[in-house]
Antibody, heavy 123, light 110 residues
Framework: EVQLLESGGGLGQPGGSLRLSCAASGFTFSSQAMSWVRQTPGKGLEWVTGISPGSSDKYYADSVKGRFTISRDNSKNTLYLQMNSLRAEDTAVYYC????????????????WGQGTLVTVSS | QSALTQPASVSGSPGQSITISCSGTSSDVGGHNSVSWYQQHPDKAPKLLIYDVTNRPSGVSNRFSGSKSGNTASLTISGLQAEDEADYYCSSYRTGSTVEFGGGTKLTVL
C-alpha cells in the first residue's frame, strides 16, 4: 500500500524558513517522480514543484521560484521542500504527491497523495 | 485566479448524469493530452479519477469518464450517487514544464 506522510508544517514567520518532509513507503521511491501541491484553506489546489526520480529535473511554479527548493533522498525514501523567504500567501496545506503514469511525460498527474501538513505564515 | 476555468458548482439528482467543464488554452488543455481529474471530499486528500484525458486508474468506477474538444476538457459522471458529492478539480500540463489546476467545482447531489 502506497503511503505518503508529510511533516514539518507549523507556524512560520514572514521572511523566515520552514522545511517540509515526506516519508514514502509501499512503492519503489527511487523510480518515481514526486511533487508538492498546496491548497489554501477553503480554496483550490496549486502545484508548487516537481522532481524527477534521479533529481536531474526540477520544476517550480512561478509563485515560488527562487524561494522554494525541492529535493529528495532516495536512500531514505524521503522528499523535501525547503521554503525560504516565506510570505503570508504561502499559508496552505502542503501535500506530497506521487506522479502517476502517463504516455506523455512524468510531470502529468498525481496518483497518490499524502494527508497534508498545514503551513501558516504569520507574525 | 486559476489558470483553468471550471464552473463553481453543478448539481444533479441520483441516477442522473452531469458534466463538468474545464477550459484552458492551446498552451495547456488544447496543446497536450495531459488533462487529469481529481475528486476531493471534505478534509480529505484529492483522489485521481482520470488521467491523460480519458484514462481511468485501476479501481476507479467506470461511471467516471473524460473527454476533450479543443481547449476544453470535460468530466462526466453517470448514474449519480450520494457519495459523488464532493469537489472536483481538473489539471493540465502546461508548455514550459508546469502543471495547472482549475478552481474546482462543487458537486451537489440533490
Amino acid at each position: 500500500e502506497v503511503q505518503l506522510l508529510e511533516s514539518g508544517g507549523g507556524l512560520g514567520q514572514p521572511g523566515g524558513s520552514l522545511r517540509l518532509s515526506c516519508a514514502a513507503s509501499g512503492f519503489t521511491f527511487s523510480s518515481q517522480a514526486m511533487s508538492w501541491v498546496r491548497q489554501t484553506p477553503g480554496k483550490g489546489l496549486e502545484w508548487v514543484t516537481g522532481i524527477s526520480p534521479g533529481s536531474s529535473d526540477k520544476y517550480y511554479a512561478d509563485s515560488v521560484k527562487g524561494r522554494f527548493t525541492i529535493s529528495r533522498d532516495n536512500s531514505k525514501n524521503t522528499l523535501y521542500l525547503q521554503m525560504n523567504s516565506l510570505r503570508a500567501e504561502d499559508t496552505a496545506v502542503y501535500y506530497c504527491a506521487k506522479m502517476g503514469q502517463s504516455s506523455t511525460g512524468w510531470l502529468r498527474n498525481f496518483d497518490y497523495w499524502g494527508q497534508g501538513t498545514l503551513v501558516t505564515v504569520s507574525s | 485566479q486559476s489558470a483553468l476555468t471550471q464552473p463553481a458548482s453543478v448539481s444533479g439528482s441520483p441516477g442522473q448524469s452531469i458534466t463538468i467543464s474545464c477550459s484552458g488554452t492551446s498552451s495547456d488543455v488544447g496543446g497536450h493530452n495531459s488533462v487529469s481529474w481529481y475528486q476531493q471530499h471534505p478534509d480529505k486528500a484529492p483522489k485521481l479519477l482520470i488521467y491523460d484525458v480519458t484514462n481511468r486508474p485501476s479501481g476507479v468506477s467506470n461511471r467516471f469518464s473524460g473527454s476533450k474538444s479543443g481547449n476544453t476538457a470535460s468530466l462526466t459522471i453517470s448514474g449519480l450517487q450520494a457519495e459523488d458529492e464532493a469537489d472536483y478539480y481538473c489539471s493540465s500540463y502546461r508548455t514550459g514544464s508546469t502543471v495547472e489546476f482549475g478552481g474546482g467545482t462543487k458537486l451537489t447531489v440533490l
